[in-house]
T-cell receptor, first 114, second 113 residues
Framework: GAVVSQHPSRVICKSGTSVKIECRSL??????MFWYRQFPKQSLMLMAT?????????EQGVEKDKFLINHASLTLSTLTVTSAHPEDSSFYIC??????????FGDGTRLSIL | GNSVTQMEGPVTLSEEAFLTINCTYT??????LFWYVQYPGEGLQLLLK?????DKGSNKGFEATYRKETTSFHLEKGSVQVSDSAVYFC????????????FGAGTRLFVKA
């Protein structure tokens, strides 16, 4: 069946660095990808919606300059956390859908900023 | 806007007990409803779904029925196992929301042997 792959699954880096997370739809063309964030013992909160070839739509309270989203092709979206700080440490999950495919979730990326 | 409310946890049960996790929703359109499960340290897994009123989703002994009259999608299982211990999320998605998924707060289930 359709699969969404997220990479890396875990990243640990120093404060101030930028981190890029990739989300790929492996066997379908994802017209829309979503990025979620999950703090420990909390629910998933939508950060932004990304449509291929257009600018991402960010949810209220999400800093677009902090969380850069690129959806350059129908199979790849990237989330870059710029100048990451410890408070950005979280579990980031992407999902992808198309008119022919329901939403499929990646396995998530655990980001730890030291 | 759309929202999902589910019962607070944690829920602690003995093995083979009956499970109910309540979920109600608010939506402006005609949403699809989902239950996802998250095991410790892992991502989300789709447990079951229902796309229209009166549909029943089922998987691995879990069931939920889409009740439009009560705007509910309660999760049930007749006999839980220790391996069912996880966090369960009720969620909805619909066209008017751009198909983005709105999650409930999650309910943590502990099953004791």
């Amino acid at each position: 069946g359709a699969v969404v792959s997220q990479h890396p699954s875990r990243v640990i880096c120093k404060s101030g660095t930028s981190v890029k997370i990739e989300c790929r739809s492996l066997d379908f063309q994802a017209t829309t990808m979503f990025w979620y964030r999950q703090f420990p013992k909390q629910s998933l909160m939508l950060m932004a919606t990304s449509n291929e070839g257009s600018k991402a739509t960010y949810e209220q309270g999400v800093e677009k300059d902090k969380f850069l989203i690129n959806h350059a092709s129908l199979t790849l979206s990237t989330l870059t956390v710029t100048s990451a700080h410890p408070e950005d440490s979280s579990f980031y999950i992407c999902s992808a859908r198309s008119p022919d495919q329901p939403q499929h979730f990646g396995d998530g990326t655990r980001l730890s900023i030291l | 806007g759309n929202s999902v409310t589910q019962m607070e946890g944690p829920v602690t049960l003995s093995e083979e007990a009956f499970l109910t996790i309540n979920c109600t929703y608010t939506a402006t359109g005609y949403p699809s409803l989902f239950w996802y499960v998250q095991y410790p340290g892992e991502g989300l897994q789709l447990l079951l779904k229902a796309t229209k009123a009166d549909d029943k989703g089922s998987n691995k002994g879990f069931e939920a029925t889409y009740r439009k009259e009560t705007t509910s999608f309660h999760l049930e299982k007749g006999s839980v196992q220790v391996s069912d211990s996880a966090v369960y999320f009720c969620a909805l998605s619909d066209l008017t929301g751009g198909f983005k998924t709105i999650f409930g707060a999650g309910t943590r289930l502990f099953v004791k042997a």
